[in-house]
Each structure stands twice: as C-alpha cells, then as structure tokens.
C-alpha cells in the first residue's frame, strides 16, 4: 500500500520510495526514510493529509503520498 | 572573563526553519527582523552587529534548513556560508521542544568540525509542557556547550555569547561519555575522537576513503567529513573532489547514514529527555477544526472576511479623527501662509500639493494598521502554514502547490514581501508562476483607492463594493494559474507540497508590536517619500503648461500627457485625461492615484465629507458615474504593480525581460477584465 492509502491514527514503516532524488533527499533529511516509520494525522479524500515525522508535524501533497509505498 | 581581541567575532545563527533563530537575532542586535510562526519566513541572510564585553560581534542569521545536503535556495545560501571561512563560530539554535528533528543537523554541523554550540531554545514551552531536558548529560554525549535560552523572554543570552567568545579557540575536543551496551569489534575506538559513530561497516568504509582522499588531496583538512560526504555521493563534493575509487564507494550509502544518525539521536534522547511529552493536545484539537477535510475551506475565507470588515469598519472609524485632524492642520496653514503674504504659487504647492497629496494618504493609516494586525495574529498563531494544507487541493487543480497559497496571503498585505516569499517553493516554474499572479492580490496600498471611491459612488454599499475588489483580485489570481496550467506544457505533473506545520501558539504582543510597526513605518516612509515626491511633480505637471505657470489646468504638461492616452481608457470606461494622469502617477505607488486626484481636482482633505462632497461634484461635471467608478478601481487593483514590486521581481528573478514581461501581462489582464466589467455594466445600467 501507499501512504496516501494510510489510516489516520495509524503509524506505518517506510518500504520504499519513488520519487525524484530532489524530493527523496529532502524527505529523508526529515527523517522520512525506508525503514523509518511515519505517523498518519489527518487525510483528505483525494489529497494532501498531515503526518508525523520524527517528532514534528508535515503536511505532504498527493504527489509524494502516492510514491511512498509502506510495509503492509 | 572579558575577551579582547583585535578583530570581530563571526557568529552564524544555525537551525530548522521556524525555531527562532530569527527571534535571537533580534535579541542581541536589537534588529527588528521579521518572525512569524510558518517556516521559511527568513529567505536571505542577514548580518547584524553588537558590543558585549569590549569584544565586536558579527552575528549572521541564515535562512532554516533541516540538513546540509542541500537541495532549496535557502538551503544552499545556509551551506554555502558555514562552509566559508567567514565564521568563526557556529551557533546552532534548536527548538527544544522538537528536539528530536533539530538534533539531526546539530549532528551534521558537529561533523564538519567548526567550532559549534547548541542554544536551546523556547525552554519555557519545554517546561510549560511538563518536560526535562537533561542539560548537564546532553553535553557529555555531544562534546559541544549547550546553552539554555529563551529568546522570546531574553533568557541565557550573556551566557551563550560568552560561550562562544570562549568556546571559538577550543581545539581540544570535550570529553565524550557513553555508556555503549553493544560491543564492538572495531578496532578504533572512535567514541575517544568522534561524537557521532556509525556501525563497523560504515566506520571501515570512512577509515579508507579517508586514507584515500588524504593521498589524493593532502589540503583537505577535515577529512571525515568529505569521507562521509563522498558516502553519501553528495554532488558537490564528488563534483570538488572526485575519488575515482569504484572498488570503495561502490553505492551510495545515503540511507544508511541517514537512518544511523536518527537511531543515535533516539539513543540521546532516551538518556536526556525527562517526562517525555505528552502529546501537544492543542495543536492537535485545534487542527481538526482548522484543517478539517470540509470545513478547512470555509473557515479560512470566514477569517479572510473578518480580517477585511475589520479593517474597513474599525479602520474608517479612526479614521474619521485623522481627517479632523488634517482639516485643521491644513486650514490652519492656509490661513497662516495668507497672513505671512506668501506668494500664491508657494501656498498653492504647499496646500493643494504636499498636504493634499500627502495628508490624503496619512489618514488611511488606521484602516492599514488593523490590517496589518490581523496579518500579524494569523501568521505568529501558526495558521499560515495551514492555509498552504487547506488550499492544496484547489492550488493543484491550477498547478501550483498548496505552498503557493502563503505568498498570496500575504500579497494582501503588501506585495513586496509576498513576492520574496515566493522564494520558499522548491520549484523554479512554481516560484515564477507564483510571481506573476501574486501582483493581482489586492495589497493595502491598493485600499485607499478602494475606500475614496466606493464612499463617493456606492454609499451604503460602499464597504460591499471594496470588499469585492480583494475577491476579484483572488480569482482573477486563480483564474491566470490555471490558464497557465493549461498551456504550460512541461507541467510538474505532480503536486509536491512540503511544509512543516509548526506547533500553534499564542501570538506574542512583542512580535505582532514590531512587524506592525515596521508596517506602519514603510508606510510613513512612503508618504513621506514617493508620495511627497509624486505629490510635488503631480502638482508641477498640472500647474505648468508649455507656456509656464497657468491657472488653467487644461493648458499644463499633465492635461496633455492623460488627453495623449485617452484613447487608450475610453474602451474601458477610463477616457478622462484626470484619470489617466492619476493611474499613470500611481505606478510610483498605489496609493498616488489617490493622492494625485487630490492634486488634480485641488481638494485639501479628500477623506472628509466636504472633500468628497466637492470630489463627488467634480467628478459628476465631467461624466464620471458609478460604473466608471467600478472601472477605476478594478483597474488599479490589477495593472502594472508599483515601482518597489517591479523593482523586487526583478531582483528575484534577475531578469529585466521577465520583469517587463509581468508588467505587460499585468497591463492586459487589467484591461480586458475592465473592459469586460464596464461593457457588462454598460449592458445592465
């Protein structure tokens, strides 16, 4: 699964990402890396939603949700 | 100890957006910086300087960055600086009550060997939130000082400065004490040099690069960190410094260093942080109300009103005694001239220029005030980076980024700092985009137009019809982005929004004070300047003619010029010389169209009711009704912006091409929706 399809209230483990180096490196500057976990806060239906990395909260587009794919 | 030294001590103020390194800045230089609770408010450097114990400071605040990998412009202005030689010291400032991330480039700072020390910073929310940080522990464990402060409340500031005096000719590294459960076989004991250790694997794999590296390029100096660096196929270093070495960096071991250097930080984290928190139960309630999947939209456009009836309602009541007061400044100094015999045109110039034009703008400054104020509340409350959540959606259907959304927030206010907000988007397509609609939001030079002219033609209506300008303007704004989205062919087909929503707080009445203040004074300075200047030509061009000075105003330089460009306005309801001199005046600064009416129909006080008793009756002698009234104001809410946003999307984008070409855009986009109003207008009236 993706993380768009995250459950908010639920705290997944990364499995991979694919995304355009740019994006990945800043990403995982944030703590958001394969094998690190992230914490769904809040979700719109089809869109951007509010997660929990390392402690601080971010909100990420859909454009990024869609390409990180989770540990199920 | 009192530190003399001959030459001045260069500190660089380090940390995460939106930790208040801004704040600390303004603490010690008494600079009066902006700071707001969104990340990404500091998007330049800035130095400042102070005295403290007979030693000089250079103090630099830098724009927040999360890492020294850099890939954003902030990013890499951070790197760029530390990385030189023009800094002796490092101050890392960390928000202690989101320890967790700052301490991620406290480790990366550490690494690359200049001399660093913590300040932690916003103690108070830490301890207001029934939290402990083990400040005698975290030093053992990091081999850096690390100073508590509180720079909203001035705390521990003397200390971490004398802290860094002391701590920039430390060579000798503090002791490090950890108490490692894990055995390992390696055969250095690197927790005797280095804070930061990785596993055996990778610490084999620093060891030989090393070696390499120092083979290669004996001038490096800190060869671990470019060890690691090259590790982790950082480009600018492999580009600097390329080890043509496949067999010892076989891939890139980004990740893993990555992910090492988080599993330490939690290890620091277990042995310092006290009471961990519980969660910051606020911020989170006060989100699913705010950032509600339904009601986030609505809210947001409830407090946008509420910011605009607040500025026109209580803004016109203060109004009201500035104009008393400009009513009896200016007739007292008519009366006073007349009776010190000063020449007519001296008294002319004076009274009908310079208080006119002038005097006419100063009264508005209540009705700015309370914008700016509300500004204020929403950006230091922690909501503007929600508005960037909010939005998203509808920002993606136009290509552009929820992000996007925070300059045009602030384009109400003024453009010029809008437009440097721009800055913060990641991508270079966005930020022109950005750029290029961000002019069409309506700024609060823009409300004086807005303010004279409903008054005089829509009378109870009046506030309706000014508030209808700032949504025209926003959807004016939506409807360019999404024409753009249609014919921009490289789209980013993605929609990458990425931004930190930092902890709500209370907003703090130090901060509101000094960005409201800076406010009003920009706006004093302007009266005091462009629109004196513009005042002054303004009355020169209808007082002097290709014949000298003329009573008639129809013989002058400024009749000539605004009947050459009539023909231009007529198709759009604007085919009156008066108008087109003020609008093209009012490319100086918006608020001059306001001012030069004043000139031009030689009204002292164009706010107060026999001002606009006598504006109203000029303006009906020469045909101008309600309608052309709602051309005027639709016009100057939408074309060329004024000379300082010109000036600042010019340096942003470091062409005069781009530059010209937004202003040309911005001349037919005003047209044809003014054109489309008047002859829509037309049809129904």
Same mark, same amino acid.
């Given at each position: 699964m993706t993380l768009q399809e995250g459950i908010p209230g639920r705290e997944y483990v990364v499995e991979s990402m694919e995304l355009p180096i740019e994006t990945e490196r800043r990403l995982e500057a944030l /703590?958001?890396?394969? /094998?690190g976990s992230v914490f769904v806060l809040r979700k719109k239906r089809r869109g951007a939603m509010i997660v929990k990395i390392q402690g601080a909260r971010f909100a990420l587009g859909l454009g990024i949700t869609k390409k990180i794919l989770l540990q199920a | 100890m009192v530190v003399t030294m001959a030459h001045q001590l260069s500190i660089g103020f380090v940390g995460n !957006?939106?930790?208040g390194k801004t704040t600390l800045f303004n603490a010690y230089t008494g600079a009066n910086l902006k700071v707001a609770n969104w990340p990404g408010v500091t998007v330049e450097k800035k130095e400042g300087r102070f005295q403290f114990h007979d030693q000089e400071y250079k103090l630099v605040d830098l724009p927040g960055t999360y890492s020294l990998t850099s890939y954003t412009m902030e990013e890499q202005v951070s790197r760029q600086y530390i990385l030189s030689d023009d800094v002796d010291v490092i101050i890392d400032v960390a928000d202690a009550s989101s320890l967790e991330r700052n301490l991620y480039l406290t480790l990366q700072l550490i690494e690359l060997g200049k001399p660093v020390i913590l300040a932690l910073n916003m103690m108070d929310i830490v301890e207001k939130r029934g939290m402990e940080i083990d400040t005698h522990r975290l030093p053992e464990m990091l081999g850096i000082p690390v100073i508590p402060v509180s720079a909203r409340r001035k705390t521990g500031l003397d200390i971490l400065m004398h802290a860094a005096a002391h701590h920039k000719d430390q060579h000798e590294e503090m002791p490090l004490i950890h108490h490692h459960t894990q055995q390992t076989k390696h055969a250095h004991s690197h927790h005797k040099e280095f804070v930061m250790v990785y596993s055996d694997e990778l610490e084999d794999k620093i060891d030989l690069v090393s070696e390499a590296l120092k083979a290669a390029y !004996? +001038?490096?100096?800190?060869l671990r960190w470019h060890a690691i660096k090259l590790l982790e196929n950082d480009r600018e270093i492999c580009e600097k410094y390329p080890l043509h070495r496949p067999d010892l960096l076989e891939r890139s071991y980004e990740k893993d260093i990555i992910n090492q250097k988080y599993a330490f930080i939690r290890e620091v984290l277990q042995e310092v942080l006290v009471n961990k928190e519980q969660k910051a139960a606020i911020t989170d309630k006060a989100d699913q109300l705010?950032?509600?999947?339904?009601l986030g939209l609505p809210i947001f456009l409830v407090i946008m009103a509420l910011v605009f009836f607040l500025t026109f309602t209580v803004g016109d009541w203060l109004k009201s005694y500035f104009e008393l007061g400009l009513e009896l400044f200016s007739s007292g100094v008519l009366s006073g001239l007349k009776s010190l015999q000063v020449p007519d045109m001296l008294i002319s110039l004076l009274v009908d220029g310079i208080i006119a034009g002038v005097g006419g703008i100063l009264t508005f400054l209540p009705n700015i005030f309370i914008l700016f104020l509300a500004l204020a509340f929403l950006e230091d409350s922690g909501y503007m980076a929600r508005v960037a959540y909010v939005m998203d959606g509808i920002m993606g259907k136009l290509g552009l980024s929820g992000r996007s959304f925070i300059p045009m927030v602030l384009g109400f206010g003024c453009s010029v700092p809008a437009i440097m907000a721009s800055r913060a988007l990641e991508n270079k397509r966005d930020r022109y985009k950005t750029m290029l609609i961000t002019p069409f939001m309506s700024c609060s030079a823009r409300l004086p137009i807005y303010v004279l002219f409903s008054g005089l033609f829509f009378e109870e209506y009046a506030m309706l019809a000014a508030f209808s300008m700032y949504v025209l303007g926003m959807l004016v704004a939506i409807l360019c982005a999404f024409l753009m989205h249609l014919i921009d062919r490289k789209k980013t087909q993605e929609n990458a929004l990425l931004i930190e929503l930092p902890e709500y707080k209370a907003p703090s009445a130090h901060t509101i004070f000094i960005y409201v203040w800076e406010k009003v004074k920009d706006y004093l300075t302007k009266a005091g300047t462009t629109i004196f200047f513009a005042s002054i030509i303004m009355w020169f061009l209808l007082n002097f003619g290709p014949s000298g000075f003329s009573g008639e105003m129809s013989d002058t330089f400024g009749s000539l010029l605004g009947k050459a460009l009539v023909p231009f306005f007529t198709p759009i309801g604007l085919g009156f010389w008066q108008i087109a001199v003020a609008l093209i005046a009012g490319i100086?600064?918006? +608020?001059v169209v306001v001012s030069s009416c004043a000139v031009l129909f030689g009204i002292s006080n164009i706010t107060s009711d026999a001002g606009m008793a006598a504006m109203a009756a000029s303006l009906t002698g020469i045909g101008f009704s309600a309608l052309n009234a709602y051309a005027l104001m639709t016009f100057s809410l939408l074309y060329v912006p004024c000379a300082a946003t010109l000036a600042t999307i010019k340096k942003e984008t470091g062409s005069w091409g781009w530059t010209g070409l937004c202003a040309l855009f911005q001349i037919c986009v005003a047209w044809v929706v003014t054109f489309l109003i008047y002859h829509i207008g037309l049809l129904l009236f």
């Open positions: /703590g958001l890396i394969e /094998g | !957006p939106n930790c !004996p +001038e490096i100096d800190n705010f950032t509600h999947r339904f100086s600064a918006k +608020e």
